[in-house]
């Protein structure tokens, strides 16, 4: 399924226009060359071959990985909470059991590819790391923006993120046991299971977690 489209893109620089074939979506497994080239910030690099200029040409991207029973859609600035593609829908019918997610940035993209590649579920990666950006929060006395999943060790009982904090954004890496993961497991088996099979695409963040943490605790009393 994978799709091409051909776009003519003038170059920022020296204005030179070159026809260029954006690949729209990747029938992709794990360390296949399109999962490396999105780690390597080479898939959506544009170079104009008069001037040489490179740049990132953003564009829509769905990540199909049919081993890992996985659909990635990547969408720039997306700010959709849920996404229903029926065209997809209808010509995939067994999508249904199928993991879809949204995603808004590259970051978010990469994060999504690396939890799923770990065999993890990415509502419990979500919930731990909600967990640990307010411990972050607190012993740092400083906001977290952002934060995403950097390492996954079952041998050193360990999950960590990288943050970025403060106004600056500096990073800041912390990580936390297991059992933290393990826990957040559990609360998403048992409450939100239904949530990941409703249809479409959905948007699994930390504006997720907060929502669903705070239903968890509503329904917890
Ligand atoms: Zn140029």
Sequence with gaps: MSEKVKRNITCPKCGNVKETTLLCSVNASSFNEAHKQIFDDTFFEW???????????????????????????????????????????????????????????????????YIFDLGLNDMAVELTK??????????????????????????????GFEFFVGEAGKPFLQSTRLEVYKRSLEIVETYFKDEDNRQGFLTIDRRWAKEALGQYRKLKK
Excluded at 131 to 159: F, H, M, P, R
């Design 130 to 159: 909600l967990a640990v950006a307010e411990l972050v929060t607190k012993s740092q006395k400083l906001n977290v923006s952002e934060g995403y999943l950097s390492s996954y060790d079952e041998e050193a009982n360990s999950i």
């Design 47 to 113: 170079t104009c071959e008069k001037c040489g200029e490179t740049r990132q040409l953003l564009h829509p991207l769905l990540y199909n990985d049919i081993k890992n029973r996985t659909m990635i859609y990547y969408i720039p600035n997306v700010d959709r909470r849920q996404l229903v593609d029926d065209r997809l829908e209808a010509e995939f019918p067994e999508l249904t059991d199928v993991k879809k997610r949204v995603v808004p940035t590259i970051n978010a993209l990469k994060e999504k590819l």
